[in-house]
């Protein structure tokens, strides 16, 4: 069984970057999409970005300038820098994988960004 | 501003049947049939429901159904029953220059 975990800080102070890790387990990395989602409170789902196994990215344009999402394969884990945060930022970030939709997701973590 | 509009609220009765909607507003959306719906009960994870326009993954209720046409999908429920009250969500592939993109999602309330 296939099962994603996000993990990172909690709060995070305006203009530092937000780093969260996603490890998966029960399933290899290779194969599929790995996306990073987020919800604002109260608010509707935001494509953040994937990276696909064979290496490659795609970052929604609103926040390509401040992402990176990279992949370490030995530890199946794939992360998220988010870099600048401002209060917009603040929001329930989701990992997931993508088999042809967004078929696996994990629990999320709730982001603040705060002083 | 999502390329996807939904709308905001439907509702609907025990046993009726309730349809949402999920219009492409530019071409670069409408054009594929990578389309999946997602339920989300407050506070809970999204749940995939509907992918590849109709197909349904395993496990999910064969009440949901979805269609698409032009650059229309729609996501039918069936038999509403109470615990189907939650937020729905459209998705889409696009040929812009973001990939993925959503609806603004719907509220569904059971009468």
């Known amino acids: 069984q296939v099962q994603l975990q996000e993990s990172g800080p909690g709060l995070v102070k305006p203009s530092e970057t937000l780093s969260l890790t996603c490890t998966v387990s029960?399933?290899?990395?290779?194969?599929?999409?790995w996306s990073w989602l987020r919800q604002s409170p109260g608010k509707g789902l935001e494509w953040i970005g994937f990276?696909?196994?064979?290496?490659?990215?795609n970052y929604n344009p609103s926040l390509k300038s401040r992402l990176t999402i990279s992949v370490d394969t030995s530890k199946s884990q794939f992360s998220l820098k988010l870099s600048s945060v401002t209060a917009a930022d603040t929001a329930l970030y989701y990992c997931?994988?993508?088999?042809?939709?967004?078929?696996?997701w994990g629990q999320g973590t709730m982001v603040i960004v705060s002083s | 501003q999502s390329a996807l509009t939904q709308p905001a609220s439907v509702s609907g009765s025990p046993g009726q049947s309730i349809t949402i909607s999920c219009t492409a507003t530019?071409?670069?959306?409408?054009?594929?049939?990578?389309v999946s719906w997602y339920q989300q009960h407050p506070g809970k994870v999204p749940k995939l429901l509907i992918y590849?326009?109709?197909n349904r993954p395993s496990g999910v209720s064969s009440r949901f159904s979805g269609s698409k046409s032009g650059n229309t999908a729609s996501l039918t429920i069936s038999g509403l029953q109470a615990d189907d009250e939650a937020d729905y969500f459209c998705?889409?592939?696009?040929?812009?220059?973001?990939?993925?993109?959503f609806g603004g999602g719907t509220k569904l309330t059971v009468l």
């Open positions: 997931a994988r993508e088999n042809r939709a967004f078929d696996i």
């Open positions: 029960g399933d290899s990395i290779s194969g599929y999409y």
């Open positions: 990276f696909y196994y064979s290496g490659s990215t």
């Open positions: 530019s071409s670069d959306a409408g054009g594929y049939n990578y």
């Open positions: 590849d326009v109709s």
């Open positions: 998705n889409s592939y696009t040929s812009s220059s973001t990939p993925r993109v």
